[in-house]
């Protein structure tokens, strides 16, 4: 499985965008990318994947270079309930038998 | 609306006593997981399972084992609880397809083993 290095701790202030920037230089062909979001005593909670160039939804955009060793979380204007933890996954989705492994993430603190 | 339960959000155990969690979740989905979750060290993956009956190791399996006779059941068992098993439990589910790896979460099990 590929691993996944991203900075330990990131803060920022409401209303400015935050990019956290995950590397998985081991990325193989098949791999998707996944980011996740945690608040504390809840589960991990969904918010973006992909697997080349970018991505957005409603609540963020999801950056992809061409050689897909890192990948950006884009979290535009957060506000104070956007602390939590990110976690960036990086994984074979076509089959689900393989699972996915969790790191420790990046622990994001707004300020008001 | 997407579903992950687990049968206690705190439980108290002795060490040596035999301890079971339960997750059930009602989206039909093929596989689900067992993590535990330690500060510090993110969550570890312990077992999972992709279809009724089948199971397969995860990175920390030694001294909990897994049961899923039907599919929307997990069941994680200590089978002699330790003091080092202390820890946040956390299922998930999630379903097998193309392009698609969303794990659903349950709210979690804080264990105490004393």
Known sequence: LAKTTQPISMDSYEGQEVNITCSHNNIATNDYITWYQQFPSQGPRFI???????????????????????????????SLSDTAVYYCLVGDVRTGRRALTFGSGTRLQVQP | DVKVTQSSR???????????????????????????????????????????????KGDIPEGYSVSREKKERFSLILESASTNQTSMYLCASSRTG??????????????TVT
């Open chain 2, 10 to 56: 705190y439980l108290v155990k002795r060490t040596g006593e035999k301890v079971f969690l339960e997750c059930v979740q009602d989206m039909d989905h093929e596989n689900m997981f067992w993590y535990r979750q330690d500060p510090g060290l993110g969550l570890r993956l312990i077992y999972f399972s992709y279809d009724v009956k089948m199971k397969e």
């Open chain 1, 48 to 78: 973006i994947q992909g697997y080349k160039t970018k991505v957005k939804n409603e609540v963020a955009s999801l950056f992809i270079p061409a050689d897909r060793k890192s990948s950006t979380l884009s979290l535009p204007r957060v």
């Open chain 2, 98 to 111: 193309v392009g698609s790896y969303e794990q659903y979460f349950g709210p979690g099990t804080r264990l």
